[in-house]
């Protein structure tokens, strides 16, 4: 095997990449773009579906196991899960929206305070939240704030649990507040006594997560599909949603 070589100075001289170690890199690297231009047509396609079908679905309302909440991530509506609530609507789950949330550019406190009046209000119990990037972090506050024992269950796709290294590089406070030194941050990675109560599915590749949605003590579920938005309406990620749903 060779070995670097030392330089004037003693320094070893950087190991070269082989042709075919950069075609590789190249080939893999191109991989990833692709499926990153696919996660961004998705979600302009979530967009758009969103301004054309807003109202929830009657049937939403119908359903005999446990009520479902959905909690999407930033700028994003309930819309933008709905591959997720109807498949968990035919599986007999009641769903429940947060219109209250917007877009979900409010702080995760002030999310979780608007989420605990709701379930409050409309007097849901043995809940499964089921929530999408930003939404779990929300889901995972109101967890540790639930006195009344609510929530049962808290299902979560593609969430920054550890905070995201690409949310430093954002001028806009709601983004960059996922950053992982963030307050908000250190405290929910500090409130492990709520992690054996999560779900977290998370993709192969998340381009908006470099460093993943493993969160120590949940149930932790990879799936194959790549992508932070079209993860969404993968089939993979909808079986283990609905798998999670129904757990006791």
Known sequence: MNTPTAEAGGAPSPRRLRPLDALDQASELARR???????????TRGFVDGLVRREVPASFAEGDLSPVLLLPGVVEEWTMMRPVAERLNREGHPVHVVPQLGRSTMAVADGSAVVTAQLAARNLR???????????????????????????RLVAIATPFAGSVLARWFPWSTVRALRPADSTIIGLQAATEVNH????????????????????????????????????????????????ASKP
């Not at 809940?127 to 540790?144: C, M, N, P, Q």
């Not at 460093?211 to 799936?223: C, D, K, M, Q, R």
């Open 197 to 244: 109560l999560i779900t977290s599915i998370y993709p192969a590749f998340d381009p908006h997560i470099p460093g993943g949605s493993h969160l120590e003590g949940a149930t932790n579920v990879p799936v194959a599909a790549m992508g932070h938005f079209r993860v969404l309406g993968d089939a993979e990620v909808l079986a283990a949603v609905a798998a999670a």
């Open 126 to 152: 043995d809940v499964v939240v089921v929530a999408h990037s930003k939404g779990g972090l929300i889901g995972k506050h109101v967890l540790t704030k639930d006195a009344d024992s609510r929530i049962r």
């Open 33 to 43: 773009g692709w499926y990153w231009g696919r996660d961004y047509a998705w979600v």
